[in-house]
C-alpha cells in the first residue's frame, strides 16, 4: 500500500554471519527503500517503497504519547534522539555489508537448512563485529528539525557506538573491555540508563570484593566511581566512609559518614560510626 512500511527483526544471536546476511540481502531484493536497525542484541529491517524520511517533530509528538513512551521507556528508547541513534545504515550500506550473500528465496529455500545450525550458537559478536563498522548517520533523512536538536543527536550518536562494543565485549566475555566501554558512554552521555545500571552493579561488586580482601584503597576508589554514579546513595557514603576509618583518613572518613547522614538524617550506622572516628 502507499506509504505502508514493513518491519522485521533479525536477531543478532544464533544467525551466523552467513544466514544473517543472506536475511538481510533477501530483505533488499524486496524494498526498495531498506534500513537496518539495532538495539542491544536484536536488529530491525525497515522496508518501503518510498524513501526514509523521518519528520522529526512528528516521531517526537508520537512518542509522547502514553502507550508508546511507556513501551520504550522498558527499553531505554522513549528519548528520541536515543532512538535514532539505532540506526546502522541504509539499502546500499546493507548491501556493501551482505557482499556475496546468497538470497533465500522460495525456489532456494537455504535458511531452512542453514539456520537450524546455528540453534545455541553465540554468534552475536561475529555480527556485531561487521556491523559495528558500517554505521553511518541517519541526519541526511531528517526533515522537519530544529538546528540545535543535532548536538544532541551527536553525542547520543557517539555513545552508541561505544554502547555497541560493549556489547561486543559483553558477548566475548571481555568484562575489562565491557566497563571500559560503558565508562565512555557515561562520559559522553551521563543520563544512558543502561550503562548507568551496568557500571553501578560492576562498581558496588568490585568495592565489596576488595573489601573483603581488605584492600581498602581499591575499595575506596569503586566507592568513590560508585558515588559519582549514584551521589543521593547514603549506603555507599558509608561504606566509603569505613574504609577511610580503617585506613585512618579520619577527616575523609567524617566526611563521608557526614555525606550519608545528610542524605539519610536517621542513618544509626552513619551516626554511630561517626562518633567512633571523632
Known amino acids: 500500500k502507499p506509504g505502508g512500511v514493513m518491519c522485521q527483526w533479525v536477531p543478532l544471536y ?3 554471519n552467513q544466514d544473517y546476511f543472506m536475511i538481510l540481502k533477501t530483505f533488499t531484493k524486496v524494498f526498495p527503500h531498506s534500513s537496518l536497525w539495532v538495539t542491544g542484541y536484536d536488529s530491525f529491517l525497515i522496508g518501503s517503497n518510498a524513501p526514509l524520511n523521518i519528520d522529526y517533530q512528528a516521531w517526537e509528538k508520537k512518542l509522547s504519547y502514553f502507550s508508546v513512551k511507556s513501551d520504550l521507556e522498558k527499553i531505554n528508547l522513549s528519548d528520541i534522539n536515543e532512538l535514532l541513534s539505532c540506526y546502522i545504515t541504509d539499502r546500499e550500506g546493507i548491501l556493501s555489508l551482505a557482499g556475496d550473500a546468497l538470497v ?55 555513545a552508541k557506538y561505544f554502547d555497541l562494543n560493549a556489547e561486543y565485549f559483553y558477548a566475548l566475555k571481555q568484562k575489562t573491555n565491557e566497563i571500559k566501554a560503558y565508562e565512555k558512554v557515561i562520559e559522553i552521555l551521563p543520563e544512558n540508563p543502561n550503562a548507568r545500571a551496568i557500571l553501578i552493579g560492576h562498581y558496588s561488586e568490585r568495592a565489596s570484593y576488595f573489601i573483603n580482601q581488605k584492600n581498602y584503597s581499591n575499595a575506596i576508589r569503586y566507592y568513590e566511581k560508585l558515588i559519582s554514579l549514584e551521589p543521593g546513595n547514603a549506603e555507599s557514603f558509608l561504606n566509603l566512609g569505613t574504609a577511610y576509618f580503617i585506613r585512618e583518613s579520619l577527616d575523609k572518613a567524617i566526611t563521608s559518614f557526614n555525606n550519608a547522614i ?16 571523632y
Not at 109 to 132: D, F, G, V
Not at 269 to 275: D, M
Request: charge should be positive; glycine fraction near 2%; avoid cysteine.
Open 14 to 16: 544464533q544467525l551466523t
Open 104 to 158: 533465500n528465496s522460495d525456489n532456494y529455500p537455504y535458511l531452512e537448512y542453514t539456520a537450524p545450525k546455528s540453534l545455541h550458537k553465540l554468534t552475536i559478536a561475529e555480527n556485531l563485529a561487521k556491523i559495528i563498522p558500517a554505521r553511518t548517520e541517519i541526519t541526511p533523512y531528517l526533515t522537519n528539525f530544529k538546528p540545535e536538536i543535532l548536538a544532541d543527536y551527536q553525542r547520543h550518536y557517539q
Open 262 to 277: 545528610r542524605i539519610r538524617p536517621e542513618y544509626g550506622n552513619a551516626i554511630f560510626n561517626l562518633g567512633l572516628a
